[in-house]
């Protein structure tokens, strides 16, 4: 099987339609149907079907988009790792990360990198942890920060895990919220609850359960500003992670430790082998030096 045709099927099917792949690779729409053909009849069977919005995977072409992914991937780092030999004079990094960490641990260290190798370029998409992973599975990031809560994110094996440390999560409280002892089980019971992403929620439920109530969620956000903002004004108690709560901390609110919410373990996810890429590598090394200065070793 050719994988010059493997890439164009890829295009195809990541972009949705056979117009839109030929714009991609800079070709014509006829060329990118006859190397669609002679794919088919070497895979001996149909791997998409044309409609009216674009095209739809056939079962044959979901499994051969997996593969795909992975040499997409593999030839993406391939390219990387030549374009680096000159003591990473040019190459490039695609970075995921979940958004308090892209607040807070990526700038400071992209910033590192472009200082001692200005032409390693670095590209940021914040994502949640479950998109971010995918991400690098897909071959569209090179590395992810994610997270996961009072532990390493499951994980199948397919990618590595890089520990970069733990960050405890904390009550947001508003002013008015009295001593702390005031503050148990029995007065967030009444209080409203502030509650972030599908994830974060789940967790929040989960100990506040735990701890023998139902919280009563009355807002959702997946922006911490927003999140503080709602407490600031009376509007409801919510609980953040560390690094939230140091890329921006309202004034006026109350934060104080809760070890009942548990903590978030933070790391990188990459693909295997990818670390030996030097943009890779070098921009690696710059995100666990900045976190060694803000998060808890593990």
């Not at 071959?139 to 994980?155: C, I, R």
């Not at 520990?163 to 009550?171: K, V």
């Not at 009942?260 to 590598?281: S, Y």
């Amino acid at each position: 099987m050719d994988p010059r045709r493997v890439l164009v099927f890829r295009a195809v099917a990541r972009s949705g339609s056979l117009s839109a792949a030929a714009r991609e690779l800079g070709t014509t729409q006829s060329a990118v149907s006859q190397q669609l053909r002679q794919l088919e009849r070497e895979a001996g069977s149909p791997l998409l079907v044309r409609t009216s919005q674009g095209t739809r995977l056939t079962e044959a072409g979901v499994a051969l988009l997996a593969r795909a992914d992975t040499v997409h991937s593999a030839l993406h780092q391939a390219g990387e790792e030549l374009g680096a030999l000159a003591s990473l004079r040019t190459g490039s990094v695609r970075l995921a990360s979940f958004p308090s960490a892209a607040a807070t641990l990526v700038p400071a260290a992209v910033r590192a990198l472009r200082d001692d190798h200005s032409g390693v370029q670095v590209t940021l998409v914040e994502v949640e942890p479950p998109e971010a992973w995918t991400a690098v599975l897909s071959g569209d990031a090179d590395v992810a920060l994610v997270f996961g809560y009072d532990g390493p994110p499951d994980d199948d094996g397919a990618l590595s895990w890089v520990p970069l440390g733990i960050e405890p999560l904390h009550l947001v409280l508003p002013p008015d919220a009295g001593a702390p002892a005031r503050v148990g089980p029995s007065w967030l019971r009444e209080q409203g609850w502030v509650a972030g992403c599908e994830r974060c929620r789940r967790h929040l439920v989960d100990s506040c359960r735990a701890a023998g109530f139902e919280p009563r969620l009355l807002h959702e956000s997946d922006d911490y500003v927003v999140a503080q903002s709602l407490v600031a004004h009376g509007l409801g108690v919510t609980v953040l992670p560390q690094l939230a709560l140091t890329a921006f901390r309202h004034p006026d609110v109350e934060v104080r430790p809760s070890s009942g919410f548990g903590e978030r373990h933070v790391g990188m996810v990459h693909r295997p082998g990818a670390e030996g890429v030097p943009a890779i590598r070098a921009l690696m090394e710059r995100l666990q030096a900045g976190a060694a200065r803000v998060l808890r070793p593990r």
